[in-house]
Structures are given as structure tokens and as C-alpha cells.
């Protein structure tokens, strides 16, 4: 049996076999079990597809036959995304049917974790966010260590709201890496993907955190939120969290947040977006006769050029190449004088 969707993500192949032996074995070793029927054992197509950034994996998965996989001893945080076909996560008391319309996010803090029962000719993205990642990164809105697990409300509406946001973003990314210039091949970038993910996560998806992040409307005085600017504009050509900017300023981040969108209208990574894009057009209007616009573009953290130009000429009025032309004149040779 063969899924209903092409795979995604074929250029960054991790396993892929007809055999149920096979596939026990491999998902075995990633702290996973694998339970097909034997009488629909022989229909198993089973693909993954997927990369692994600092902080989160995502892949592509399909199996072909219903199946039923569950999760032991692992601590990151699992969220289940159909493109094709239906699936079901268990996990404790909670069941979630997961389609195009819903995804599930499973919380690493109970015994047996959770059980995914996948329907025939299922296929979908799965995305991990470590543990390490993920909490530290809420430690970071916080201000402060958290003290009790981090758990989520298991159910995503992909349909509105921050649900549909989360999917349009994962989509593009997944259709980025199946290119070969791929923006996230850039560190910068996918840092800033994380953040992200990450950052919209905790902030609008409920969790039992919600409620003291949500209270952080603490004072903040000007001097902090331009400790955070100088820190920005000071490492522009460096991957920034959140939490470096936390650390940097000594605000949490989510008071950070709104304060500094009260002073600059924009938020810290808008902000680092914004200045980035600045330096470039600097760069252009300066540039030596040997630079081109791939070099700076590169240089600043933005290696998807088709994508870098549109947003360039949406935010100056013109092509990146019109400016490169206007910088200084190139230097006369010394043989022609």
C-alpha cells in the first residue's frame, strides 16, 4: 500500500524499508516500538525523512499500513502533523485524533509517554523540540528556572490561529529544505527559525506556564531595553536567542517582549530582522568594486537570494543590484592615469 502524497523532504533521507523486522529494529534504537498486524506486515512502506537543527528535529514519516508506535523513555516534546490521512495520540488519559485540521502535541511527563496509532496510507510531519531547548527557552520569557514539568495542552487547531500559523511556517520549511540552497543551511537563520517556533509555541499554545507568563507585565526602564538594542546591533552577524538577550539585559523574556514592542513598535528578533537588512543596504552603498551581492547578502545571514531580493525591494524600493550600482565609484587604474 502506497501513500496517497509524494514523500517530503527525499533530500535529506534517514530510513526507509518494506521490512517489518527492519523497521522494529531502527525505531527500536530511537526508543520507539513498532506494532504492525502480521496479516498487513507485508503492505509496510515505511519512509523517514528528516534533519536534525540544535534544537528540534523535523521530518517527514509514512508507514503505509495502520500501525501502532509507541514512545518509551524519551524527553522531548513530539508534535504529530498529518498531510495525508488520519492518526490517533494517546498519551495518558488523553486521545487526540490528529488530520490536516489538527495536529497533537505530546508532553514528556508521564510514565508511558505516549501511543500513536496511525491509519492506513497515513503520512505527516513530526517535529521534535528538546527538552534542553524548549525549557530553557521558557526559563528565558520566565527570567527565572522553572520549577515544576512543562506540559501542553495535547490538542493543535491547525485552522486558525496560532495552529495555522505553526503549520504555514513548518510547510515552508519543509518545502525550503527540500531545495538545494536551503535558508536554514544558514545558522543564523535557523536560530532564528527556532526562536520562532519556539517562542510561539510557549506564548500562545496553552501549557501550565500560560497563566505566570501571560502576568509579566513587570516595569521596565529605557536603559534596559537599549542594553538590548546595543546587544543586538553589537552581534548582527551572530545567531541570537532570546535567552542571550536575557542574559544580556537581565529582563525576562517576556517582559522584554512587550516592552521593548512599546518602544520600538516591533519585537527584539523584528528588531534584529530590521537591523540586519539595514547593514546589508549599508554594505551595498559602500561596497568595494570586487564585492557583489551575494558575498554581503551571505555575510549578514541571508543565503536564500531570491527570497532576500523580494524582501529588499518591498522594503527599499528597489533591487539589492540597483543599490550595489549606486555605491562609490570603483577606484581608477593606476596604468590608465
Not at 174 to 187: E, Y
Not at 251 to 268: A, E
Not at 312 to 332: H, N, Q
Amino acid at each position: 500500500m502506497r501513500v496517497a502524497v509524494s514523500p517530503l523532504l527525499e533530500r535529506h533521507p534517514i530510513f526507509s524499508s518494506r521490512s517489518s523486522e527492519e523497521a522494529r529494529a531502527f525505531l527500536q534504537v530511537k526508543e520507539f516500538q513498532l506494532d504492525v498486524a502480521p496479516r498487513q506486515a507485508w503492505e509496510l512502506d515505511m519512509r523517514i525523512n528528516g534533519i536534525y537543527l540544535p534544537g528540534m528535529y523535523i521530518g517527514y514519516i509514512q508507514y503505509g499500513p495502520p500501525v501502532a508506535v509507541r514512545a518509551v523513555q524519551r524527553d522531548d516534546f513530539w508534535i504529530q502533523m498529518p498531510i495525508s490521512g488520519q492518526l490517533e495520540v494517546v498519551s495518558g488519559t488523553n486521545s487526540v485524533v490528529c488530520d490536516t485540521s489538527q495536529a497533537a502535541i505530546a508532553s514528556p511527563n508521564r510514565k508511558d509517554y505516549y501511543l500513536v496509532r496511525s491509519g492506513a496510507g497515513c503520512a505527516g510531519i513530526r517535529m521534535s523540540l528538546f527538552k534542553a531547548a524548549l525549557v530553557g527557552q521558557l526559563a528565558a520569557l520566565l527570567g527565572e528556572p522553572i520549577d515544576a514539568p512543562l506540559d501542553f495542552a495535547a490538542e493543535i487547531n491547525l485552522a486558525t490561529g496560532h495552529g495555522r500559523t505553526l503549520a504555514r511556517y513548518v510547510l515552508m520549511a519543509v518545502a525550503d529544505l527540500q531545495t538545494s540552497g536551503s535558508m536554514l543551511a544558514s545558522p543564523i537563520v535557523m536560530t532564528a527559525f527556532e526562536q520562532f517556533i519556539m517562542t510561539g509555541l510557549l506564548l500562545s499554545h496553552p501549557h501550565n506556564y500560560s497563566d505566570a507568563l501571560h502576568r509579566l507585565d513587570l516595569a521596565i526602564a529605557p536603559r534596559d531595553v537599549r542594553r538590548a538594542v546595543d546587544f543586538i546591533e553589537g552581534h548582527l552577524s551572530s545567531p541570537i536567542t532570546i535567552a542571550d538577550i536575557v542574559r544580556a539585559t537581565g529582563v525576562p523574556g517576556r517582559t522584554l517582549f512587550k516592552h521593548f514592542k512599546d518602544c520600538k513598535g516591533v519585537s527584539p528578533m523584528r528588531y534584529l530582522r530590521n537591523a540586519r537588512f539595514q547593514h546589508v543596504r549599508e554594505a551595498l552603498l559602500q561596497a568595494e568594486p570586487e564585492q557583489g551581492v551575494t558575498s554581503i547578502a551571505t555575510s549578514w545571514g541571508f543565503v536564500h537570494l531570491g527570497r532576500f531580493s523580494i524582501e529588499y525591494c518591498r522594503r527599499f524600493g528597489e533591487r539589492p543590484s540597483d543599490t550595489l550600482k549606486r555605491c562609490k565609484p570603483a577606484r581608477p587604474n593606476p596604468s590608465q592615469q
